[in-house]
């Protein structure tokens, strides 16, 4: 039997960063023995006091929902969950706002190594916008390709009517700058097999783990390409895939695979953001974005993506709130339909990206430590981003020099100009389990999403509480 | 792209030991300036100048058969691999022994959480012997049962027409002692649950990882207990489970689960064991016996389980068989059909049973570090005994107090009064993979598989050269 809710463990952990840290909070005796107020708490002090806040919303929402592919009625079910939690928490004007999209749902997964030797079966799964092969799949001819640059180089004889395999070996770093380098087999490589007229691709996982759940995410076929069947295997498959063609040697002719991916297109259908506000107190003032993603793949429970993200900001976002009014208001942004094309983030930048933004900052790596802080803010922020570097230091923040993206869901508010800050969480075990079955609540470590909360409270009371000669 | 072929890396480990621990063995020059020749080199040293044969067997059989379910073309594919492999190798009497066996075969394994939250799938697999639900499902709700012991002590009214879910969560320990304890609820729980009249079982996984590949592994139902529909979820899954049912308090009414498990029963169908020997120089002495499973579960390739103990048990014999003929006869035997009921095992025992055999060893626990050696030896033994331990005290291996068991395949000799050591293993890892989907090459360590071979192969060349004084 496992421990079922971890809180109390988490109670316990703030309990003992209450004594360390807070001992001045607690009431003092004066020295002529009259017993003075206690001092009003600050936000991060009511984060340090005992925070199941982000422990709990991503708890509720893996258990109670679940997988939320985008687009469909388990999406739909977490925006209502979303809507009656975050009035429940006491946040003003929370509201949905609806978009359409289109949806793309998994179907039958099968792939087997046919030939050359005894007939096994992989670990895959579908793309998001793979084609379908038909119920009855197809069967073909590896071509071997190490990497995308591999493919892209190859002349169209190589690929044409064949099953492409890209090998490329993903490997962890800290900052996740791994995943646009090796993840263009996925983002780009349908792509380019489809126009060089391979009848399938399927690629080694996007992922840096050892376990048979291969790592599913979106990929794009440009306009008059006609879409493939595309599937990631895990990365025990690939490289029984790879030991197999070499002790073929010929490679491109003798290892065979049977595909059966079944996937469709449901068409146009609802999907929507969910927003919620601490409102400030100035309401001349433009407002702090905070976001996360509501919606998940369909293999796991979305537990570190974004579940977990979900509950940093909303954490964040009550504590300043509690402590007292904010000069700004704080928008906190549940967005819908991220993982299959940022289509909640191009909602929200259509229905507000006219609108002033202080600040965007989003939550969406995970649930481990945050290592770094990085800034892109206007010039007259320089003496706001030193406060906010020192107020995360205690935390085990370092001071980055890259500039800020602000994730992907106001990313088109970033690229339009607003400013933005990056709480960079660790990534070294983050593409263990992204877009996997694996992605469940047991793989959050909660002293890690706690340390999240603390270092987002820190820097949200400072940005809510900012003047407007700093930021816009 | 993943390194293929480990080999190369062994031999540079091999080239390091062979430095370290061989220098006498080299040619020496005399004073007189004359080249002596080299001495003979003993069994361990053949061992240690370059072992590739223990991680060949492995890569090849998991690569070019996989999985082979006991009974199925795959096990047959596997067993004409094996006795090619072993006259290769250079064994005499390589043949097989067939036998008859009841075969199972796994179908459609899918299962979701229907009610009270969002319908969700969770992980599962058939365990062996399972009944089939049909290919429509079963759906019924939840009878909770912390562990084997708390459904053995429930009254059927607390179980009947009700899916049962067994929840206890394995520990690891080094020894593997949890898996006997935990196991039952695997081995009996679903014989129990169809006594009181269960529509089927869900168990958590007889395992101790937190990835979302449930174990299976057989079960047995009495003779005249009609089987139900049984299955092992992941323990992540495991974790949602248990969460649904606290938050709906009443656990035996509110949560409801949709099973569909099709596995077929094949009726009786040919499996055999492939036995190859080291013929000894003393036809009246009695065999040593080394023994290993063929036949693995269907999820994954069977790496651990078997294929690296077939791998380790071979390298050893080859290794003596090179130093020089053994005074004793070394057996090895790759038994078939072991994981669904060591069928293998008994046909051996039946037609070998009444030979007399010196001793039997088999691995059969992963390819971790053995840390410890039992014996169940005559009183005669006690000086080989000794001789054993300090010949394997240096590769990092202690004497056990407790009585050596010899293994699944060789188990029906031991009991029959047959002499056994057990070369143990280290399971502190082995139940995180064991009858999974992840029992694949990547989950072997090179290094310690070598020092399996280095162990084996002195506990092999001191038992084929051993006197009849110290063993039967």
Redesign the interface.
């Known amino acids: 039997?496992?421990i079922?809710?971890i809180p109390a463990r988490l109670f316990g952990v703030a309990a003992l960063l209450v004594t360390a840290v807070n001992a001045s909070a607690a009431p003092a005796e004066a020295p002529d023995g009259v017993i003075l107020p206690a001092p009003a708490r600050s936000a991060v002090e009511l984060a340090e006091e005992g925070d199941d806040i982000a422990w709990t919303i991503t708890?509720d929402l893996?258990?109670?929902?679940?997988?939320r592919m985008a687009g469909t009625e388990?999406e739909s079910?977490?925006r209502r969950w979303a809507l009656s939690r975050l009035k429940a928490m006491g946040f003003a004007n929370v509201r949905e706002e609806q978009f359409d999209m289109p949806v793309w749902v998994r179907g039958t997964e099968e792939a087997w190594?046919t030939h050359a030797?005894?007939p096994?079966?992989l670990?895959i799964t579908a793309l998001g916008n793979s084609a379908s092969t038909g119920p009855q799949g197809i069967e073909g001819s590896l071509a071997y390709f190490?990497s995308f640059d591999a493919l892209a180089a190859a002349p169209d004889e190589k690929v044409r009517n064949r099953i492409v395999f890209i090998?490329?070996?993903m490997k962890p770093t800290q900052d996740g700058s791994g995943y646009g380098y090796y993840g263009r087999g996925r983002f780009s490589g349908p792509n380019v097999a489809a126009k060089k007229v391979a009848i399938a691709i399927v690629i080694r996982s996007i992922g840096t783990d050892?376990?048979?759940?291969p790592h599913t995410g979106v990929t794009n076929f440009e306009a008059g390409v006609k879409p493939i069947p595309a599937g990631a295997i895990s990365?025990?498959d690939?490289?029984?895939l790879?030991?197999?063609l070499?002790?073929q040697q010929a490679v491109v002719d003798e290892v065979r695979m049977k595909l059966i991916l079944t996937p469709q297109n449901l068409g146009t259908r609802h999907s929507g953001n969910v927003i919620a506000e601490v409102p400030g107190s100035d309401p001349a003032a433009s407002p702090v974005i905070v976001a996360c993603h509501l919606d998940s793949w369909d293999l796991?429970?979305g537990a570190i993506d974004d579940a977990a993200g979900c509950g940093i900001i909303t954490a964040a976002a009550k504590h300043v709130m509690k402590a007292g009014q904010p000069r700004r208001t704080i928008r906190v942004l549940w967005a819908g339909a991220e993982e299959v094309g940022v289509f909640g983030g191009k909602a929200y930048f259509d229905a507000h990206g006219k609108e002033k933004h202080a600040v965007a900052l989003e939550s969406d790596f995970g649930a481990d430590r945050i290592w770094r802080v990085d800034f892109k803010l206007p010039d007259s922020a320089g003496p706001l981003a030193d406060r906010i570097a020192a107020a995360v230091m205690p935390f085990g923040v370092v001071r980055g020099k890259q500039p800020a993206g602000g994730g992907a869901d106001v990313g088109a508010l970033v690229q339009a100009g607003a400013p933005a800050i990056d709480l960079a969480q660790d990534g070294t075990r983050y593409f263990d389990i992204h877009h996997?079955?694996?992605d469940?609540?047991?793989?959050i470590d909660v002293n890690n999403l706690h340390q999240n909360v603390l270092v987002w409270t820190a820097t949200l009371a400072i940005l809510a509480n900012s003047s407007d000669s700093e930021l816009p």
Chains 1, 2 share one sequence.
Do not use: C, W
């Open positions: 039997m496992k079922p809710h708890e893996t258990t109670e929902i679940g997988p388990a079910a977490a190594l030797f005894q096994q079966k670990a190490a090998d490329n070996d050892s376990h048979r759940n990365n025990p690939a490289d029984q790879y030991r197999q070499v002790r796991g429970t996997t079955p694996d469940t609540l047991d793989k």
